[in-house]
């Protein structure tokens, strides 16, 4: 029997009301006790990079942690993706996305997203519309992007509440519609007070400000898109606001800043000292904050 894919996981864990968690890998020695974590628990994770985590952090390059996944992988609890490669980028560079993201399937990644949420509605329409047209020659589901996730710009945070309050860079219900509709898109990301740990020097070693989520906001985009709903900036967000989103769409959520942070305060002592860390702060994310004990039997089944 050929093994499920990535598409039919995540679309059974949105019907179940359970959540598939996304690990960014930006330095390498984090794979090995990420996969086991996930093992050792009997949850199902993706493994994932950001084109910025071959470019700022220690990823390298996709081939590299392509290579690296094979090594480590065990498929009946992960999958590869790919995570953010944006049309334009968080320093305002345009990236020749397409060709980028082509490679990668080429390489055998199994789910990528495309990021278009920087551009007006029409043009990231275009442009997700370009992936999702490559990827058929894959069978690989994509994701994209419609709201602001903000955070990964250099320059200070707005302040939060505000921002919570405001609902400003939420993503529209109706643009959600429309998006899912035009693009013909797998999985849609979605900003509703969600938003991403630093990554600029000087602080991306802060502690996040624990993030809400609007989740009456989530309900209506749910109603409408009709299609897996993916939660960026996955972690430090209160506990009782996750439980309601996987309950209402959000079947997929991406994890960097947690166990990254754990990474980097280890190995200025050790590789080791990093690796334990990375594993410890794996366990505490599958059991406490996401509750994904023991979900790959229900997901992959
Ligand atoms: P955090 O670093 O805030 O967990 O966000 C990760 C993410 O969304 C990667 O795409």
Redesign the pocket.
């Known amino acids: 029997m050929s093994k499920p894919t990535t598409r039919e996981i995540v679309k059974k864990a949105w019907q179940l009301g359970i959540v598939v968690p996304a690990y960014?890998i930006p330095h390498h020695p984090m794979m090995e006790p990420v996969v086991r974590a996930i093992r050792d628990t009997g949850s199902f994770g993706l493994i994932q990079v950001?084109r910025l985590e071959t470019v700022k952090f220690k990823a390298e390059s996709f081939k590299a942690i392509r290579d690296l996944y094979e090594k480590n992988k065990d498929e009946k609890y992960t999958r590869l993706h790919l995570?953010?490669v944006p049309v334009i980028d968080e320093d305002g560079n345009h990236i020749d996305y397409v060709k980028e993201i082509t490679e990668c399937m080429q390489l055998g990644f199994e789910s990528v997203m495309v990021d278009g949420s920087r551009l007006p509605l029409k043009e990231n329409i275009a442009a997700t519309l370009r992936v999702v047209e490559a990827a058929k020659a894959f069978n690989v589901p994509v994701e994209g992007e419609l709201g602001a996730v903000i955070?990964h710009e250099a320059g200070p945070m707005p302040p939060y509440e505000e921002l919570f309050s405001s609902g400003k860079g939420f993503t529209s219900a109706a643009e959600a519609e429309q998006f899912v509709k035009e693009v013909g898109l797998d999985w849609l990301s979605v900003a509703i007070g969600n938003f991403?740990?630093a990554i600029a020097p000087g602080r991306k070693d802060d502690k996040?400000v624990e993030a809400k989520l609007n989740i009456d906001h989530l309900k209506k985009i749910n109603a409408l898109a009709k299609v897996p709903l993916v939660l960026?900036?996955?972690?430090g967000i209160q506990k009782a606001f996750l439980r309601e989103a996987f309950k209402n769409g959000i079947a997929k959520i991406?994890?960097?800043?947690?166990i990254r942070q754990p990474y980097e305060r280890g190995a200025a002592e050790s590789v080791k000292k990093g690796q334990d860390l990375v594993y410890q702060a794996m366990l505490d994310v599958i059991r406490v904050e996401l509750g994904v004990e023991g979900t790959a039997a229900k997901l992959l089944n």
């Open positions: 960014n950001a995570d953010h955070g991403h740990g996040k960026h900036g996955g972690s991406n994890v960097g800043t947690n």
